[in-house]
């Protein structure tokens, strides 16, 4: 009986690890406020990360070329959507 419950107990733990992340992305990256605009020259990497069960939010985190640091941009404003739509046109042109 006993070695029955520590089996039953040892297949529930591996169940409950298989489920977890692998890495902790438990939350949103961009957390408080953004950038509504940055300079195009200055941008090294444009990063769309999409809503998830972790983060319901889409997100858009910019890479600096200068600093190498990483920004959050809105990815409701003006900027951040004509990016995104400018991608999208040579994404498909290239196809």
């Known amino acids: 009986m006993n070695s029955t419950a520590i089996l039953f107990a040892v297949f529930l733990l591996f169940a409950a690890v ?21 300079h195009l020259k200055r941008i090294e ?3 769309v ?8 939010q889409i997100e858009i985190v910019v890479t600096m070329k200068d600093t190498a640091e990483e920004r959050c941009m809105n990815p ?14 040579k994404r498909s042109s290239q196809k």
């Open 76 to 89: 409701k404003s003006k900027q951040a959507q004509n990016i995104i739509s400018n991608l999208l046109k």
């Open 45 to 47: 990497k444009f990063e």
């Open 18 to 38: 298989e489920g977890s992340p692998l890495y902790n992305k438990g939350r949103c990256r961009c957390i408080g406020s953004s950038a509504d605009f940055i």
């Open 49 to 56: 990360i999409p809503a998830s069960p972790m983060c319901q």
